[in-house]
């Protein structure tokens, strides 16, 4: 699904509270429709990033981590995850 940009009328500080508890819920699937993020890297001479995610942690317990992939039936089963650290724990 798309929404044109013309459809959309935040302010940046709507926008911005938005943005930092957004859940995107793609609900129940009963086929395969992977949510998507597109570039096209043209350029030999530039380095390209595909995802940045920026964290300022100040205070946080040992175990906080920047990002869980989880699955199984129920999606609660961690499969990995990047502890604030740096180190990747796979449980497997």
Do not use: C
Not at 43 to 50: E, K, L, M, Q
């Amino acid at each position: 699904m798309q929404f044109p940009v013309s459809s959309l009328s935040f302010s940046k500080k709507s926008l911005a509270d938005y943005l930092a508890t957004a859940t995107l819920a793609a609900g129940t699937l009963t086929t395969s429709q992977p949510k998507t993020h597109t570039q096209t890297w043209n350029d030999a001479g530039v380095t390209f990033r595909g995802k940045e995610n920026i964290f300022t942690i100040t205070a946080a317990a040992a175990a906080s981590t920047v990002e869980r992939w989880l699955g199984g039936a129920a999606g609660t089963t961690v499969l990995a995850s990047l502890i604030s650290n740096g180190q990747l724990s796979i449980p497997y």
